[in-house]
């Protein structure tokens, strides 16, 4: 655990109103609703916390600065044995009081204790303890090309380093990438937690991806419909060249075989072309006159092939 006064950068002398003062600023920034989904500030913002919890009780704080206890609030392994050491009759029956244990002051000989209980601690607390470290979450923001072509990010990590992130092809929005060790140090010889990094996809203005193929809604014009054309049709690959069939209607469905997102597994998916057939902007009058000259040689009725009622 990390030295309380440390987390809150007050000195060792500070009083409680510079311990409440500091905090109340840290937690300001650090706070979770101001950071929302930053784990890495929540973990800050748990340890500031803890720190405050501790030194802004008296009792606590007292026993913290004597060596009682650490910066976790748990009793400190050897100190009643430098306390009863310390009273009794020291080393040889020679008191500590008085010039005793070769002219030591008291203060010296609990430095001395100090320091040899403290390497002990130290030392059991390796043997004993060994705990994983915690797991971080990331997020990375890809447009929807790079999720489907796969693309290379830097992400920087909660310690101020940074590592190179291979986003595959096919990556869909939400999944989650496994970093392994790039998570917070273990304890006691224990290993580093894991990072996991979540790909957010941003939404296309054009393009809808369902499993491995895309899907494209193509407006054409009345004459490209009837007569037939050869049109540009973007893909997530470049543009290519689509030829419309003479006939073609509203819903009409071509398939680009390979032009879809390259899976892990297997082959490409492809992209299909839904035409969608639009009437000009504005009205156009040779066209209105036209189409009422064809309607009166006899229209056609789309309506009840399909079961409407008449």
Not at 70 to 82: I, V
Not at 120 to 137: A, L, P, Y
Not at 212 to 239: C, K, M, Q, S, Y
Request: aromatic letters at 8%; charged letters at 30%.
């Amino acid at each position: 655990m990390k030295d309380p006064y440390s987390v809150l950068g007050v000195p060792k002398d500070a009083d409680a109103a510079q311990i409440k003062s500091s905090y109340r600023k840290l937690a300001k920034e650090l706070h979770p609703d101001v950071n929302p989904g930053d784990s890495i500030v929540e973990q800050r913002f748990k340890e500031v916390t803890a720190a405050y919890n501790l030194l802004s009780d008296p009792e606590k704080k007292a026993k913290y600065d004597r060596g009682e206890i650490g910066a976790d609030g748990t009793p400190n392994r050897g100190y009643g044995a430098r306390q009863r050491a310390g009273a009794g009759g020291g080393f040889g029956g020679g008191g500590f009081g008085g010039g005793g244990f070769g002219g030591f002051e008291a203060e010296d000989v609990e430095d001395f204790f100090g320091d040899i209980f403290g390497r002990q601690r130290q030392r059991q607390r390796q043997r004993t303890v060994k705990m994983r470290g915690k797991d971080v979450n990331y997020t990375i923001n890809v447009t929807f090309e790079e999720a489907a072509l796969g693309v290379k990010r830097r992400l920087k990590l909660y310690d101020g380093s940074h590592v190179d992130v291979d986003i595959p092809p096919g990556t869909s929005d939400g999944q989650s990438l496994r970093l392994r060790g790039k998570g917070m140090p273990g304890m006691g010889g224990g290993e580093a937690g894991d990072a996991f990094v979540e790909i957010q996809v941003q939404p296309h203005k054009f393009f809808e991806r369902d499993g491995n193929d895309i899907f494209l809604e193509l407006p054409v014009t009345i004459t490209e419909a009837l007569l037939g054309a050869r049109v540009r049709v973007p893909t997530i690959h470049g543009p290519v060249a689509v030829k419309i069939p003479a006939g073609s209607n509203t819903g009409t469905s071509l398939r680009l075989n390979g032009k879809g997102v390259g899976g892990r597994k297997g082959g490409p998916g492809d992209q299909y072309v839904q035409l969608k057939v639009m009437l000009p902007d504005k009205p156009d009058a040779d066209l209105n006159d036209f189409v009422r000259e064809w309607s009166a040689k006899g229209n056609y009725d789309v309506r009840k092939k399909l079961g409407f009622p008449e």
